[in-house]
Structures are given as structure tokens and as C-alpha cells.
């Protein structure tokens, strides 16, 4: 029944994206620019790394500490800050399913009242752990699609304009993998959990979508820089992280079930 | 069978619904009439087990309540609910969310579809079922709504306002469904303003402002107690006090030249009103039996203070 639901609200939000050309720009615009933004940087890395050339003192640090960061490897300095380029890349499809799948859980269960939904569906069979983890599972399902999409075409496009540029292979660092296939999916969890508690507090769509923008966006993302970095320099500490923020996500979730209450929602909702 | 024993519902403090105490025997009808704010949503999320009393119980199509979390979902499993506004997604189609929400009941698909098909076609709406459910009229939405409250074939259903904002053609086609989910067996509580399609329907009514302030059949509501009006030749107020001080006099009202009088047996008491009045001096120039409406006695039941 668990997979069934699971699916079954997927789809419909899947449906309701496909239908709801409002919101295709957020899943359309970020994907584009994760692919763009790697093979923009690596056209102009072997002018940016050639110190005859530019004269800026803050490129000069940044390829004086490229040059001296011992978890980087290769032969030039252009291939040293190819692999910077494109292991520090790898936070953007970090941060990219995280927005999503917030702003998508955000609205999960305020839309459903606006559209005078929810009461028909707490009406059913369902209990309160299955709904919310439908609601979180069609949050960040198509969340982490478009970001693990995204990332294996944003990595090609950096492996294919690594070797175009500077003759190299760069491939993708374990710290990388780690980031993309554990860490990534229990930051964006955690993300879509907390943007579900907000969709169960507030009472409008305009109210939890700033909420979510404001707040719960902006400390999401400080989170994934802070954890997320050194996780793409040393996969151990991603492990860690990934564990820590799953256990995290874990507790948020049995706090949301507990915290769900029907009772409010039905009552003190307009 | 739904039956309410002393639920009591405070929001904040204040009563919304206050020892509620009633009886629906399986296969009846019961249309529950009150003004707005009376406490008839909150009976019925009371009952469907979203809402739990304050105090007080209730057992619903054989589960107890307020009961634990598997209770309450069992509980759903059993019984259907229609509520105020449809409630589906404007975006998807009506089969799309017939299915969807079928699918929350947990009906195998194939069961879901061939029932599916089965209610829109009875209802007239299966021409319509690939058009996004946004760009149906108001009377097909509330009949889609009504297919998914007896989807999975419940033996309680609760219908809250299933007619409020139709135009009278879809209010007709909507009573006639229940009338058939009536007659097919089903236990049914109905919240209604509508006095007539409470009338029309109902095996049982109950009257509600906070509490229960009337219930029985729709006879038996509007059959006590016997009145009569009396027409007179002048002012009917000097003949007041001789009618209260006679035997079998309930009670006397005088308005005008009309005297409403209420008597414990019409057949008995009449004859000796009229031969009092007349031999006080009074000229009676017409006498009728008062039968009053269920209007009249929704009228007076929700215009008493409350007691």
C-alpha cells in the first residue's frame, strides 16, 4: 500500500507539474544553467589561469592557493583549477534539489487546503505518516531526477570541455559521488521536511512560499555550503554528513507526524 | 448505524457542539437542519473520526469513538463523506481524479475502474470524464464528489450541504442519488438547510444549535402539539385569561382578531373553547385546525433561548 501511495502522489505531482506552466521555469532555468556554467568556465580557464595574462591580485591568490591545495591534483595550473572548477561545481547540483524540492514541499499540504482538497483526502484511510510521506516523497522525487539529470549532463559537458580546453581527462572525485548519491538526497530530505512542517503551519500559499523563500531557503543553503564543500575535498566527511543529516531528517519527519494535526488544519484554516 | 452519545466539541473554550446524543439505525436517513455555526460540520467530522470530541462517544458503522490512529483510518475505510465543496484538482481530469482518490481507498485498480465507469455513466458524466475537472459545471462537480464519497461501496455515508449552490435541476438530480443510496440500504446523515429536501428524504431529523433541540421522524415532529386558530368578530386579547383557565388550554395567544390556541386533544377540547367564547361574548367567526410545518417547527425549536 506504502509504494502504491508513494507512487500514486508522485504521479499526481508529476501531473500537476507538467500542467502548471507557472512553475517549469524552476525546474527548467537551474538545470540549464548547471549544464551552461561548467562549459562557460572551462572556455575561459586557460586565460584565467595564465598569470601573464591576468593581472587581477584576487586571481592571483586564488591560483597562488590552487597551486599549494594538496587535494588537488595535476600537472599544470589550469588543470589544478579545472578540477576546482569542476569538484566545487558539483555544490550547485547540491543546492539545485534542495530550492526545488523546499519551494515544491512548501506547498504541499497549504495548496491542497487552498484548493479544498485536504479535507477530502484526510477523509480517506490514510493516516497522517502516509500522507506526509507521500507529500515528501513527491518533493524531492522529481527534485533529485532533475539534479542527478542535470549532474550527469553538467559532468559530461565538464569531462568533454576539460579535454577540448586543456587536452585532460577530469574525472568526477569520490568526494563527488558521495556529495551527489548520499549527501545531496539527505540534505534535500531534510530541506523538503522543513518546508512540509512550514505547508502544515501556514494557512496560505503567499505566506509559506515567502516563509520558505526567506527562511528555510537561505539556512538550507548555508548548511549546504558549509557541509557540502569540505564533503567534495574529503568523501569521509561527506559520509559523516550525509549520516548526520539523515539522522536529522529522520527525527524531523517523526516530529512532523507527531506535530500533524488534523484537528488545526480543518478548523483553524480559511 | 451512527450513534451519538453525549458529543461535545469546544474550540478555544467555546462550545461549538454540546452533548449531542441521537440514533441513526442502519439503512435511515437522517437529515440534521440548523442554522450556520449550529455545530452540524463539526457533528460530522466528529463522527467521520477527523475531529475528536471534547467528550463523549460515538459508534460509527461498528467502530468506537474517539478511538486510536488505526481505528480512525479503519473507520474511514467504511464510511463516505461529501463535502461542502467538491474538492478535487481543477488541473487533472474527472476520471484522473476519481481514480486518484479511489486509489487512497485502497480499491484494486481494475475494481476502481469498473466502478468507475459504472457511477459516471449512471450520473451522466462519463461524455465528460477526459475534460479537466475545472471546466465542469457546479451540479457535475458535486455529482463527481458524490461518486467518490460511495466509490468504495460504504455502508455510512455523511453528505454535508450536497445541494447548497446548485441550481434546482442539479439540486433535483443530487436528492434523487441520495434516494437511491437510500434505497440501496445505505446509512446516511445529511446536513442540510434545505427544510423541503429534509422532508422529502429523511427517515429521521434532528434540529441543531449547539444541541440537539429536536429529533424524531418528520410526522412526529410536526404532529405535536395539536393546535387550533380561532377568527373573531373583535379583539381577540379580553378572551385570553377565561381560555388559559380552562381544562385541556396548553396554551393561548391572542393576535388581532386571531386567537392561536393549543390544546392536549382537538376533538375533545375544541367544542368547549368555542361554547366558552361564545358564552363570554365573543363572535367566533371561524375555527381551523393548525397543523404546523416543519418550517414552523424549525422556526421555533432555533429561535428558543437556548436551554
Not at chain 1, 158 to 166: E, T
Not at chain 2, 124 to 148: N, V
Not at chain 2, 180 to 197: F, M, V
Request: proline share 7%; net charge positive.
Amino acid at each position: 500500500m506504502t509504494r502504491d501511495l508513494l507512487l500514486l502522489f508522485l504521479r499526481k505531482e508529476l501531473r500537476d507539474l507538467r500542467s502548471n506552466k507557472q512553475v517549469w521555469p524552476a525546474y527548467l532555468i537551474l538545470p540549464v544553467v548547471a549544464v551552461a556554467l561548467p562549459i562557460t568556465m572551462l572556455a575561459f580557464l586557460p586565460f584565467v589561469a595564465d598569470p601573464t595574462r591576468i593581472h587581477d591580485p584576487a586571481i592571483t591568490m586564488l591560483l597562488e592557493s590552487v597551486a599549494k591545495d594538496a587535494t588537488l591534483t595535476g600537472a599544470t595550473i589550469s588543470e589544478r583549477m579545472a578540477r576546482l572548477v569542476l569538484r566545487d561545481l558539483v555544490l550547485f547540483y547540491l543546492l539545485m534539489p534542495v530550492v526545488l524540492a523546499a519551494s515544491a514541499a512548501a506547498l504541499a499540504l497549504v495548496r491542497e487546503k487552498e484548493q479544498r482538497t485536504l479535507e477530502p483526502i484526510l477523509a480517506t484511510p490514510l493516516r497522517d505518516r502516509d500522507l506526509l510521506l507521500a507529500k515528501l516523497f513527491a518533493a524531492v522525487g522529481p527534485a533529485m531526477l532533475v539534479a542527478w539529470g542535470t549532474a550527469i549532463v553538467g559532468m559530461l559537458a565538464g569531462l568533454v570541455g576539460a579535454w577540448w580546453r586543456l587536452g585532460t581527462l577530469v574525472l568526477p572525485t569520490a568526494g563527488n559521488v558521495v556529495g551527489l548519491l548520499l549527501l545531496s538526497p539527505t540534505l534535500t530530505v531534510l530541506a523538503a521536511l522543513t518546508g512540509l512542517r512550514v505547508s502544515a503551519r501556514f494557512t496560505d500559499v503567499p505566506s509559506a512560499t515567502q516563509f520558505t523563500g526567506l527562511v528555510v531557503v537561505p539556512i538550507t543553503l548555508v548548511i549546504v555550503a558549509v557541509l557540502g564543500r569540505p564533503a567534495m575535498a574529503y568523501p569521509l566527511v561527506g559520509l559523516v554528513s550525509a549520516l548526520l543529516v539523515g539522522l536529522a531528517a529522520a527525527w524531523l519527519f517523526a516530529s512532523n507526524v507527531r506535530r500533524f494535526r488534523r484537528e488545526e488544519i480543518l478548523t483553524k484554516w480559511r | 448505524m451512527i450513534e451519538a452519545r453525549g458529543l461535545s466539541r469546544s474550540f478555544d473554550g467555546r462550545p461549538a457542539v454540546s452533548d449531542l446524543s441521537f440514533l441513526v439505525p442502519p439503512g435511515a436517513l437522517c437529515a440534521l437542519l440548523g442554522p450556520n455555526g449550529a455545530g452540524k460540520t463539526t457533528t460530522i467530522r466528529m463522527l467521520l473520526g477527523l475531529l475528536p470530541p471534547t467528550s463523549g462517544s460515538a459508534v460509527v458503522s461498528g467502530v468506537s469513538l474517539p478511538g486510536t490512529d488505526a481505528e480512525g483510518a479503519s473507520l474511514r475505510a467504511r464510511v463516505g463523506l461529501l463535502t461542502e465543496s467538491p474538492g478535487f484538482y481543477d488541473r487533472m481530469t474527472g476520471w484522473e481524479n476519481l481514480i486518484l482518490f479511489g486509489s487512497l481507498y485502497g480499491l484494486q485498480r481494475s475494481v476502481l475502474q469498473t466502478r468507475a465507469r459504472s457511477w459516471l455513466e449512471r450520473l451522466e458524466l462519463w461524455e465528460a470524464r477526459d475534460r479537466p475537472f475545472g471546466t465542469w459545471s457546479k451540479g457535475m462537480k458535486q455529482r463527481l464528489a458524490l461518486i467518490r464519497a460511495v466509490l468504495h461501496e460504504p455502508t455510512v455515508i455523511f453528505l454535508d450541504e450536497p445541494t447548497a449552490g446548485l441550481d434546482p435541476a442539479g439540486a433535483r438530480e443530487v436528492r434523487d442519488l441520495i434516494a437511491d443510496l437510500k434505497r440501496e440500504g445505505r446509512t446516511i446523515l445529511l446536513s442540510t438547510h434545505n427544510l423541503a429536501e429534509a422532508e422529502a428524504l429523511a427517515d429521521l431529523i434532528g434540529i441543531i444549535r449547539q444541541r440537539l433541540l429536536e429529533f424524531g421522524s418528520p410526522a412526529s415532529l410536526v404532529a405535536a402539539p395539536p393546535r387550533i386558530e380561532i377568527r373573531l368578530g373583535g379583539p381577540a386579547a379580553p378572551f385570553i385569561d377565561v381560555l388559559r383557565s380552562l381544562t385541556g388550554v396548553v396554551a393561548a395567544a391572542a393576535d388581532g382578531a386571531r386567537l392561536d390556541v393549543t390544546v392536549t386533544d382537538p376533538a375533545r377540547d375544541t367544542p368547549n373553547v368555542i361554547k366558552q367564547l361564545v358564552s363570554g361574548g365573543a363572535a367566533v367567526l371561524a375555527v381551523r385546525p393548525l397543523a404546523p410545518t416543519l418550517e414552523e417547527v424549525y422556526l421555533r425549536a432555533v429561535r428558543e433561548p437556548a436551554r
